[in-house]
C-alpha cells in the first residue's frame, strides 16, 4: 500500500526533521495510528512533497518525521478543467470527490440558468468551502500531491471566457453529433470541459459556448447524472490523453 498523504502548508523543510501537527498531526497519531518506521508522504497540495519515514508519535497530535528526499511534480499537461454546473444536495461534493480521485487539474462551479441549486451570500461561500475542502481531502486519499484548484462560482460570461482561451473545449450534451471519445485532442495546453445542471444547458448557454468554441459532444449512449458524468469524460481524456499511460 502507498504512504499515507498528509497536507502542510508551506513545505520549507530546513533540516532531516518535519513535526507535523495541528488536525493532520491528530490525525496521523490518533486516528491512523502511525508508528516509527512507517513511510509517509507531506505535500502542500501544489506540486512540492517529501517522502518521509515516522520518527516518534509524541502525544495525541505530534508526529516527527524524517525527511528522506524533497521532490516538485510539475504540473501535468494537457491541463483538464472541468465546468460543473451546481447539482442539488450534496452532489455537488461527490462531483469533486470523484473528479479529483481521477485527476482532474482544476474545477470551475457554474451557476448555470437551469441551477435548482443557488449559491447566494453566506451560503455560497459556505458551499464553495466544502468543495475546496472535498478536493483536499479527496486529493489525500487519492494520493495526490498536486490537488485540483477549485475556482469561485463562475457565470455563463465567465464560463465563455474560459473556453474562448482553451486549446479544446466541450460541452457535453445530447446534441452533439461526435462522440467525445474520437474528438481530436491537443497533447499540450488546455481542455475545457463544461458538465451542465440537472435541467440541461439552455439553448441560450448552448449558443454562447458555441461563440466562444465550445462544440457539443456525447459520451455515449446513456445519460448519466451531472455528478458523475464529469467524472467519467475525464477519465476518458485522461486516457486518450497519455496521463494515465
Known sequence: MTAPVFVVDRL???????????????????VKRLRSGEDVVLTDGRGRWAEGVVKAAEG????VVDVASVHEEPPAVPRITVVQALPKGDRGEVAVETMTEVGVDAIVPWQASRCITQWKGERGLKAL?????TAR????????VRFPEVADAATTKQVCAL?????FAAVLHESGEER???AELPAEGDIV?????EGGVSPEELALFAQAGARPYVLGPTVLRTSTAGTAAAALLLGRTGRWS
Do not use: I, M, N
Open 193 to 197: 470541459l463544461v458538465v451542465g445542471p
Open 12 to 30: 520549507d523543510l530546513t533540516g532531516p526533521e518535519f513535526v507535523l501537527d495541528g488536525p493532520e498531526g491528530r490525525h496521523a497519531v490518533s
Open 163 to 167: 473556453l474562448a482561451t482553451a486549446d
Open 60 to 63: 495525541k497530535d505530534r508526529l
Open 129 to 133: 468551502g466544502k468543495w475546496r475542502a
Open 180 to 182: 467525445l471519445a474520437t
Open 137 to 144: 481531502e479527496a486529493g489525500k486519499q487519492s494520493r495526490r
